[in-house]
């Protein structure tokens, strides 16, 4: 076994064994258990009552969203009013200008839906004021959103549910006090202490070994860099995201990183099995996303180790695999590990270029987003999961002739209707999204957004469309989507693809609380059982190949046998 391997089997194995005691915390929290954060509450206390909010007051899942939809579009306002004049305000010690309007919009849209899709170079695009007062503020309150919406559904799956599930503003600053901002912290300081910048000094010149006079950017990265893992956001305090040096300077600083951005969605997967009192469907729900990441980090790996057979035939040595738009300080392993951790869970964040990936690697990565529901983004996860069991104890029940049930409540036309639509919704985003820019692009080539023609460039398209309605924010970044058409047309499927698949799950569980429990008798179909979750990881998948298989066709397949055709 390789040295890059075994850092691959460290890495997750570390995670997996945070994760655990990080979910029995996380429920502790969110039961009115005490934990060893409670010093927070009079913090707490003195914003609710300077904010004017009861957090004792009960909220039904209708009051959960209208709080919920109208935070978020007060958030929107105020960040994209903040871009629009962040070049005449201070802290802009390299004199970055203002954003253009259509660029503000789909900036503030991107990170209040936690996608952090960046159509502009982190140090050039943005003055440390709204580095930190916009895009970290929002990286912590869309993280703390897709967690506070995730307990409102945990609520609802309770055995006493009622009509009250719960304050979202209470179960939302807890999020950040309780959770989000110590881990940040201490993360934080990881980093710092290992080369990343924290300083508020502008460039520095340095001249390099050639005796080149170059400019460096920096700033008080370390904080941003910390939470956009932390909360799977994934915006990049430079251009390149944890592919620089200062963001991410060594392996050790890299496996930090990769571990912060799995951390929270599994330990999620593990707080609903203690909060729910029902560790036995956790362990199923862990083991169903655990065989789904492998089925696409398994291809990568391979692909991105074994290198380039087109580049092997001009006989260049491909022993360090591809390593194309990779560093050399990571690795093609660690970045393969990378590209399917970042696009499964929905951070985005890239520590090598995704653009110089292997076919098969862009197969992966596409179909990380396409599912996604293989642990997922900060609550979000588990919601769009929640979706899949809906779906697939519904057909299950229809299979063997038993009335479908999901944790005491009948499962009926109505929660039927709206998972359906809710799970059709994102390849319906995806691939009318794609099919409106192939048609445009192909209707006037002359507007440049493509360097690279055939197959590639369609698979740039569809993983700019896959990316923006999955959350994500990575990019193939072949594609120049900085210009009106990109940055309107990926904002409103930002929005549909963030807000439905969110309305959705709480709606579902919200009307399923007010039905009847009806107690596991011999009839009732188990969902905590190997088989159910192999239905449910059936279902995902199927879904997946029958919607997008003809796209992912067009673009990376084809491109994969093009490899091999001398």
């Given at each position: 076994?390789?040295?890059?391997?075994?850092?691959?089997?460290?890495?997750?194995?570390?995670?997996?064994?945070?994760?655990?005691?990080?979910?029995?915390?996380?429920?502790?929290?969110?039961?009115?258990?005490?934990?060893?954060?409670?010093?927070?509450?009079?913090?707490?206390?003195?914003?609710?009552?300077?904010?004017?909010?009861?957090?004792?007051?009960?909220?039904?899942?209708?009051?959960h969203l209208i709080a919920l939809l109208s935070i978020n579009m007060l958030?929107?306002?105020?960040?994209?009013?903040?871009?629009?004049?962040?070049?005449?305000?201070?802290?802009?010690?390299?004199?970055?200008?203002?954003?253009?309007?259509?660029?503000?919009?789909?900036?503030?849209?991107?990170?209040?839906?936690?996608?952090?899709?960046?159509?502009?170079?982190?140090?050039?695009?943005?003055?440390?004021?709204?580095?930190?007062?916009?895009?970290?503020?929002?990286?912590?309150?869309?993280?703390?959103?897709?967690?506070?919406?995730?307990?409102?559904?945990?609520?609802?799956?309770?055995?006493?549910?009622?009509?009250?599930?719960?304050?979202?503003?209470?179960?939302?600053?807890?999020?950040?006090?309780?959770?989000?901002?110590?881990?940040?912290?201490?993360?934080?300081?990881?980093?710092?202490?290992?080369?990343?910048?924290?300083?508020?000094?502008?460039?520095?010149?340095?001249?390099?070994?050639?005796?080149?006079?170059?400019?460096?950017?920096?700033?008080?990265?370390?904080?941003?860099?910390?939470?956009?893992?932390?909360?799977?956001?994934?915006?990049?305090?430079?251009?390149?995201?944890?592919?620089?040096?200062?963001?991410?300077?060594?392996?050790?600083?890299?496996?930090?990183?990769?571990?912060?951005?799995?951390?929270?969605?599994?330990?999620?997967?593990?707080?609903?099995?203690?909060?729910?009192?029902?560790?036995?469907?956790?362990?199923?729900?862990?083991?169903?996303?655990?065989?789904?990441?492998?089925?696409?980090?398994?291809?990568?790996?391979?692909?991105?180790?074994?290198?380039?057979?087109?580049?092997?035939?001009?006989?260049?040595?491909?022993?360090?695999?591809?390593?194309?738009?990779?560093?050399?300080?990571?690795?093609?392993?660690?970045?393969?590990?990378?590209?399917?951790?970042?696009?499964?869970?929905?951070?985005?964040?890239?520590?090598?270029?995704?653009?110089?990936?292997?076919?098969?690697?862009?197969?992966?990565?596409?179909?990380?987003?396409?599912?996604?529901?293989?642990?997922?983004?900060?609550?979000?996860?588990?919601?769009?999961?929640?979706?899949?069991?809906?779906?697939?104890?519904?057909?299950?029940?229809?299979?063997?002739?038993?009335?479908?049930?999901?944790?005491?409540?009948?499962?009926?036309?109505?929660?039927?209707?709206?998972?359906?639509?809710?799970?059709?919704?994102?390849?319906?985003?995806?691939?009318?999204?794609?099919?409106?820019?192939?048609?445009?692009?192909?209707?006037?080539?002359?507007?440049?957004?493509?360097?690279?023609?055939?197959?590639?460039?369609?698979?740039?398209?569809?993983?700019?469309?896959?990316?923006?309605?999955?959350?994500?924010?990575?990019?193939?970044?072949?594609?120049?989507?900085?210009?009106?058409?990109?940055?309107?047309?990926?904002?409103?499927?930002?929005?549909?693809?963030?807000?439905?698949?969110?309305?959705?799950?709480?709606?579902?569980?919200?009307?399923?609380?007010?039905?009847?429990?009806?107690?596991e008798a011999a009839g009732t179909l188990r969902t905590d059982t190997g088989?159910?979750?192999?239905?449910?990881?059936?279902?995902?998948?199927?879904?997946?190949?029958?919607?997008?298989?003809?796209?992912?066709?067009?673009?990376?397949?084809?491109?994969?046998?093009?490899?091999?055709?001398?």
């Amino acid at each position: 076994m390789n040295t890059e391997l075994i850092g691959v089997i460290a890495t997750f194995t570390i995670t997996v064994a945070l994760a655990i005691p990080l979910g029995k915390y996380i429920s502790k929290v969110f039961s009115g258990e005490k934990s060893w954060l409670d010093f927070m509450a009079p913090i707490e206390k003195l914003i609710f009552r300077l904010s004017g909010i009861d957090p004792t007051k009960q909220m039904t899942w209708k009051q959960h969203l209208i709080a919920l939809l109208s935070i978020n579009m007060l958030w929107f306002v105020y960040a994209f009013v903040m871009l629009l004049i962040q070049g005449s305000l201070f802290l802009n010690p390299d004199g970055n200008p203002s954003m253009a309007p259509d660029l503000s919009f789909n900036t503030a849209i991107s990170f209040m839906v936690n996608c952090n899709l960046q159509h502009y170079s982190g140090e050039t695009g943005l003055t440390y004021l709204t580095q930190l007062g916009v895009i970290t503020f929002l990286q912590f309150v869309s993280a703390a959103t897709g967690i506070a919406a995730l307990i409102v559904v945990f609520n609802a799956m309770k055995e006493k549910a009622s009509k009250g599930l719960g304050n979202f503003f209470d179960i939302f600053l807890k999020s950040l006090t309780r959770i989000l901002l110590p881990i940040s912290f201490v993360i934080a300081l990881l980093l710092v202490f290992s080369g990343t910048p924290a300083s508020f000094d502008g460039k520095d010149t340095i001249t390099t070994l050639q005796g080149d006079t170059v400019q460096v950017s920096r700033g008080p990265a370390a904080g941003m860099i910390a939470i956009k893992h932390l909360g799977t956001n994934g915006g990049g305090w430079f251009g390149v995201n944890s592919a620089h040096p200062l963001e991410n300077p060594n392996y050790f600083t890299n496996m930090v990183e990769m571990i912060a951005q799995v951390l929270i969605p599994i330990a999620l997967i593990f707080a609903m099995g203690f909060y729910l009192k029902r560790k036995k469907m956790a362990y199923v729900i862990f083991g169903v996303m655990t065989i789904g990441m492998l089925s696409f980090l398994i291809p990568t790996y391979l692909a991105e180790t074994n290198g380039n057979p087109a580049i092997a035939q001009l006989g260049i040595d491909q022993s360090a695999g591809s390593m194309e738009g990779k560093e050399v300080r990571f690795g093609s392993g660690a970045s393969a590990y990378w590209s399917i951790v970042t696009t499964i869970i929905s951070t985005g964040s890239v520590n090598s270029m995704h653009d110089s990936s292997m076919p098969v690697s862009n197969t992966m990565q596409l179909l990380g987003m396409m599912t996604n529901a293989f642990y997922g983004g900060c609550g979000v996860g588990i919601l769009n999961y929640y979706i899949f069991i809906i779906i697939a104890v519904f057909i299950s029940g229809l299979m063997v002739g038993r009335t479908p049930e999901f944790l005491g409540r009948k499962i009926e036309a109505r929660e039927m209707k709206i998972a359906t639509l809710i799970a059709l919704l994102h390849p319906f985003l995806i691939l009318v999204s794609t099919a409106v820019s192939a048609y445009v692009f192909t209707k006037d080539p002359s507007v440049g957004w493509l360097n690279n023609p055939g197959y590639h460039g369609f698979s740039e398209m569809l993983y700019e469309n896959t990316s923006s309605a999955a959350n994500n924010g990575s990019g193939m970044e072949g594609l120049g989507d900085n210009n009106w058409f990109w940055n309107i047309t990926t904002g409103f499927v930002l929005i549909l693809g963030r807000f439905l698949p969110i309305i959705g799950p709480i709606a579902i569980a919200g009307i399923l609380a007010k039905k009847k429990f009806i107690p596991e008798a011999a009839g009732t179909l188990r969902t905590d059982t190997g088989t159910f979750g192999l239905m449910t990881y059936a279902v995902i998948m199927i879904i997946a190949a029958l919607a997008f298989f003809p796209a992912l066709v067009l673009g990376p397949l084809s491109e994969y046998f093009t490899l091999y055709q001398h």
